[in-house]
């Protein structure tokens, strides 16, 4: 199994995001004041590469992981625990109680990752989160080409959508 350890703050919502929607979203029905494009590029990483995803942000401890599963369309399978220590020692425990991990790559604005979990982390600025070139070493740690596949949809070419600036 591949898994991809997901952080939210910083990587779905960004300093770019607050103020482009006007704030950070707070809960998980709060979906258009995340990140839709960086949303879409780890979707997209998880089809390319049949990763599941586990969460190790600070969100699993006040929301389910199988409901932020269903609010990202990403297949979240389990979360950390709550222990104490970095980040990098929960998703080592995690990794440590399994056998069946062919690769796994880390998403996180925080640093405080283990001396050899670091070819697995893609660090990301708070300010800007997922970036193109994160989904680049994503699909590079994970076993993928950044160009295959297909997003999920692409409806918008259809047209006959707009907009609706109307709250202005
Ligand atoms: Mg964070």
Redesign the pocket.
């Given at each position: 199994m591949k898994v991809l350890f997901l952080?939210?703050?910083?990587?779905l919502n960004s300093t770019r995001t607050c103020v482009a929607f006007g704030g950070f979203p707070m809960q998980l029905d709060h979906i258009a004041a995340f990140d839709q494009v960086a949303i879409r590029l780890l979707q997209r990483v998880c089809d390319n590469t049949g990763a599941k995803v586990v969460l190790s942000?600070?969100w699993r401890l006040h929301c389910n992981f199988a409901d932020a599963g269903r609010a990202f369309g990403l297949p979240i399978i389990d979360r950390t625990d709550n222990g104490m220590g970095p980040r990098g020692s929960q998703i080592q425990r995690w990794l440590d109680a399994r056998d069946d991990i062919e690769a796994y790559a880390i998403i996180?604005?925080?640093s405080d990752m283990l001396p050899q979990q670091l070819a697995s982390f893609v660090k990301?600025n708070?300010e800007d989160g997922v970036t193109w070139s994160s989904f680049k070493a994503l699909c590079r740690i994970l076993g993928a080409d950044p160009y295959e596949g297909q997003p999920r949809n692409r409806n918008w070419q259809q047209g006959g959508q707009q907009l609706d600036w109307s709250d202005q």
């Open positions: 952080d939210i703050d910083g990587v942000s600070a996180d604005d925080d990301t708070a």
